[in-house]
């Protein structure tokens, strides 16, 4: 995603790279921490979303088999959800084009989102279990959406300048057809161990109340205890988040994870402190971007080095200081995780699992340890079970 509920990367369009920059290296490395696990949520497998900028659609979705997983009891890992990522960023490209088309152009178009539009998506079409649809038609293993991404870029930018002056009834069967020969046909029944499903009936035996899942952000420009969408470009459904103080979307956090729930995580990963090698720690280093794959646009390529430095001090993290880095934006809309889990290093400082979505990579095979100060400073959103927020807190929400 560069996303809000969002991660989403904004890939460049037209088959256009990102100019490279500098990204300097990494000053801490896992040699210096050694984790103690507290408390830890079951989670499918991790997964890949490779060269695409789809991370909003694959961490709200590990986040809602945890959610499967948890409502169910299911205790055997062989018997997890694995839900199709590319179903759910498949309908989610063709909700935007329409509203892109609506909107005359005025609206961000790429394959970046948020959790909200995730959970909208399912709530209107469905879901599809993994093995019924890859959405890889296009000959790769893995997601390589540089060049369809450009190619719907180009469909909704002809067809949004209206050069019949009226706009026929048949540009969204030209644009899904795209995805059909990209990402193959939609199927209309399929099968999961013996029992056949349609989009809506597979997700309809989950168990989940959709209306459940609500968003939590902490700025002081907008008043605390309501709701606003969060101003980033990959929010385009306007996906709201309650605004409350710092300490009580922390508080959040802590709850769901000590309760059994998981955490949908969006936030900023262009930190220095954020590593390729399983790390995320807020240490006071000047960060700039990197080109190339979702993961080497916010860590770095394989072979840069980590400097050889021992475990850092972190910047202390308030309302204020949160707030200014988003309105200078070195707080930014990169990336979304899964975080299901507490932790504490050899000093006993607090650290968040969180699951990733580039593969088994890094030290910890596709695992990050987010330090608590991280997550206090570049969390932009989060998505979480109603029923996993502080009583309290709800009641001042005006919600039960």
Same mark, same amino acid.
Request: glycine letters at 8%; hydrophobic letters at 40%.
């Given at each position: ?137 296009? #000959?790769? @293993?893995?997601?390589?959406? =540089?060049?369809?991404?450009?190619? !719907?870029?180009?469909? /909704? +930018?002809?067809?949004? &300048? ?103 995580? #969006?936030? @900023?990963?262009?930190?220095? =402190?954020?590593?390729?090698?399983? !790390?995320?720690?807020? /240490? +006071?280093?000047?960060? &700039? ?112």
């Amino acid at each position: 995603m560069k996303k809000i509920f969002t991660s989403a990367v904004v890939l460049a369009l037209a088959l256009v790279s990102v100019q490279a920059q500098t990204r300097p290296a990494a000053p801490v490395k896992p040699s210096d921490y050694q984790f103690t696990i507290v408390k830890e949520n079951p989670i499918t497998s991790i997964k890949n979303q490779n060269r695409s900028g789809t991370c909003w659609c694959f961490s709200a979705l590990s986040f809602l088999e945890s959610e499967v997983i948890r409502a169910k009891g299911i205790k055997d890992p062989a018997l997890y959800p694995d839900f199709s990522e590319m179903f759910v960023v498949r309908k989610s490209y063709h909700d935007r084009a329409v509203k892109f088309v609506r909107m005359d152009g005025k609206l961000n178009f790429s394959v970046g989102s948020d959790f909200g539009d995730a959970i909208d998506v399912i709530k209107t079409y469905g879901i599809i279990d993994q093995n019924a649809y890859s959405g890889l038609q296009y #000959g790769y @293993d893995l997601p390589v959406q =540089g060049e369809l991404d450009a190619v !719907l870029k180009g469909y /909704v +930018d002809a067809v949004a &300048k209206n050069p019949n002056r009226k706009l026929t009834a048949v540009w969204p069967k030209g644009f899904d057809g795209i995805l059909d020969a990209y990402m193959g046909a939609i199927p209309e029944t399929f099968q999961v161990n013996g029992v056949t499903y349609t989009p809506e009936t597979y997700r309809d035996a989950q168990g989940l109340n959709l209306d459940d899942y609500i968003g939590f952000t902490s700025f002081t420009h907008h008043p605390f205890y309501t709701a606003f969408a969060v101003e980033v470009q990959d929010n385009w459904r306007n996906s709201p988040s309650w605004n409350v103080p710092l300490d009580e979307f922390m508080a959040i956090i802590d709850n769901a994870v000590n309760n059994g729930y998981t955490v949908a995580w #969006g936030g @900023d990963v262009s930190e220095a =402190g954020f590593t390729r090698n399983g !790390l995320a720690i807020l /240490v +006071d280093t000047e960060v &700039k971007a990197t080109s190339g794959s979702d993961q080497e646009r916010w860590v770095g390529k394989a072979d840069e080095k980590p400097a050889e430095k021992a475990a850092v001090k972190e910047i202390a993290v308030n309302q204020e200081n949160r707030q200014q880095w988003f309105d200078e934006k070195t707080s930014t809309d990169d990336h979304g995780m899964h975080l299901y889990g507490i932790a504490k290093d050899q000093n006993g400082v607090k650290y968040y699992l969180i699951k990733n979505s580039w593969g088994e990579s890094g030290e910890y095979k596709g695992i990050w340890y987010m330090s608590e100060q991280f997550a206090k400073g570049k969390t932009l959103n989060i998505v979480v079970n109603k029923k996993a927020v502080p009583k309290e807190i709800l009641k001042k929400l005006g919600l039960k």
